[in-house]
């Protein structure tokens, strides 16, 4: 199948820093990338879904200037998590889809473990 | 989107069928039914989905009820790797993929 990379796998930064995450489709063109964070033992919740070339759509709760997402090309979308605090220690998660959106399946990346100190 | 309800969790034993359920009844027309999995510490895995008919891949199947308000994600043979939560999830017209909870799969030796 399909292949997405995330990177970093794992990282720790400090409060009050940024942190980038990025998300690659490795052999496919991805229209649309999503972005989840999950906690321990819950489920994954969407932060918000990103259309190469085009400003990201938030969930609701999600705050935009904090976490903010560019997909400038159709193989790479990013997450900036800025001035981070320790709530944001989360596992975060990219998705990449192409082609028809419903009849079509979903390929995740390995995820990213943050944890902020 | 429509919701689906799932079990929390599920047991099998090594080399059993296992039957997964998923509640879907306020499905419209034309939601696909799409089942993810996702193993400790990684990110989902696509398994299998459908409209109407039933559906078979290598990794399970797919049988989905006539009025289409429930299907049943079937593994043939349950491997210890099969171990993982099991998403059931209706995709219509956004974009958007929304988990639920999920069923936590334990299959023993």
């Known amino acids: 199948g399909a292949v997405v990379s995330q990177h970093p796998s794992w990282v720790i930064c400090k409060s009050g820093t940024s942190v980038k995450i990025e998300c690659r489709s490795l052999d496919f063109q991805a229209t649309t990338m999503f972005w989840y964070r999950q906690f321990p033992k819950q489920s994954l919740m969407l932060m918000a879904t990103?259309?190469?070339?085009?400003?990201?759509?938030?969930e609701q709760g999600v705050e935009k200037d904090k976490f903010l997402i560019n997909h400038a090309s159709l193989t790479l979308s990013t997450l900036t998590v800025t001035s981070a605090h320790p709530e944001d220690s989360s596992f975060y998660i990219c998705?990449?889809?192409?082609?028809?959106?419903?009849?079509?399946?979903?390929?995740f990346g390995q995820g990213t473990r943050l944890t902020v100190v | 989107d429509a919701k689906t309800t799932q079990p929390n969790s599920m047991e099998s034993n090594e080399e059993e069928p296992v039957h997964l359920p998923c509640n879907h009844s306020t499905i419209s027309g034309t939601d696909y039914i799409h089942w993810y999995r996702q193993l400790p510490s990684q990110g989902p895995e696509y398994v299998i989905h459908g409209l109407t008919s039933n559906v078979n891949n290598r990794m399970a199947s797919l049988a989905i009820a006539e009025d289409r308000k429930s299907s049943t994600l079937i593994l043939h043979r349950a491997t210890l790797r099969d171990a993982a939560v099991y998403y059931c999830i209706l995709r219509g017209n956004t974009d958007k993929l929304i988990f639920g909870t999920g069923t936590r799969l334990q299959v023993f030796p």
């Open positions: 998705s990449a889809v192409s082609g028809p959106r419903k009849n079509t399946e979903a390929f």
């Open positions: 990103s259309n190469e070339g085009s400003k990201a759509t938030y």
